[in-house]
């Protein structure tokens, strides 16, 4: 085995994704990520809910909280709160993030507490066997929706940038090596950091919208996603069009304070007598 997955995954494996899942992809990137970053596992806390994206902490060598379905930030902001020295990472599927746990998205984004959400969307309910999630593109199938969703979908890089994350970007799982740069770069920022990755499920997802083969779901990803500078060649038109996914950095403001810091300075004001 590669020696970075060594250091960073448990001897635990096998895993239980079914072949051609795309969370091991993602996993594997975030190992990656860690050994760039040089950070001592020992300092790193994965948190996350619950889901077969959300099975990830059971497999990394760090400090790990498998919580409850939709509760992953909740749990998180519990552990950065009391120690802001974990350099704190959180996954998430898009059922766990944007539907049950979707409030607690909105204000982990705006609180800006220092972590990095890693939000996985295979468009799907992957682990419970195929409901329609927020993030499902209308039309398509789930078993909840046997003749197509006729929910618009959200836009999570919008979301999170509306609710004010601090950073935000978007990757895939063809796109590995990026995938692993913008969770560098992500861990980097000071302040709440969100990774959406385009990934796949082809159990779930692709069997009942005619995708069923891995292979076929990772080409698509190669041919429709696009960087934001090639996509600011297009029409807007043009892109929806072609069903272009556009991946990079969107946004990052480091002029708001880190919750922590400014928890701090509060404290500082308040107990040393300041105004
Ligand atoms: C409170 C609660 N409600 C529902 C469930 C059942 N449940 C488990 S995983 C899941 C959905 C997982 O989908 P997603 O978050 O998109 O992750 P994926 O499996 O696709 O990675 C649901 C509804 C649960 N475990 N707890
Ligand atoms: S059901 Fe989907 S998300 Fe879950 S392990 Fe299988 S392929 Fe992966």
């Not at 497999?59 to 350099?87: I, M, Q, W």
């Not at 800006?112 to 992957?126: F, Q, S, W």
Request: glycine content about 10%; aromatic content about 10%.
């Amino acid at each position: 085995m590669n020696p970075i997955y060594q250091e960073y995954f448990r001897d635990n494996l096998p895993h239980i994704w079914c072949s051609g899942c795309g969370n091991g992809i993602v996993m594997s990137a975030f190992a990656r990520a860690m050994d760039k970053l040089q950070y001592n596992k020992d300092e790193v806390v994965a948190v996350s809910g619950i889901g077969c994206s959300s099975r990830i902490t059971g497999y990394l060598d760090c400090n790990t909280l498998h919580t409850a379905h939709g509760r992953a930030l909740a749990f998180a902001t519990g552990v950065k709160f009391s120690s802001p020295e974990f350099k704190t990472f959180v996954f998430m599927g898009d059922g766990d993030g944007s539907a049950i746990g979707g409030n607690h998205f909105i204000h982990a984004c705006r609180r800006n507490l220092d972590m990095t959400v890693i939000l996985i969307n295979n468009h799907i309910y992957g682990m419970t066997g195929g409901q329609f999630s927020p993030l499902t593109p209308y039309g398509k199938k789930g078993t909840t929706a046997p003749y197509g969703s006729v929910d618009p979908c959200f836009d999570i890089v919008e979301l999170a940038k509306g609710a004010g994350a601090t950073f935000v970007a978007r990757g895939d799982i063809y796109h590995a090596k990026q995938l692993t740069d913008l969770i560098v770069a992500g861990a980097q920022h000071k302040g709440i950091s969100v990774i959406e990755v385009m990934a796949i499920c082809p159990i779930s997802y692709g069997r009942y919208n005619k995708i069923p083969k891995p292979i076929d779901m990772i080409n698509y990803l190669k041919d429709h996603t696009i960087s934001i500078a090639r996509a600011a060649k297009m029409t807007p038109e043009e892109l929806k069009e072609k069903d272009m996914i556009i991946t990079g950095v969107f946004h990052e403001d480091n002029s708001v304070p880190e919750y922590n810091e400014g928890y701090a300075k509060m404290c500082e004001r308040v107990l040393g007598g300041g105004k």
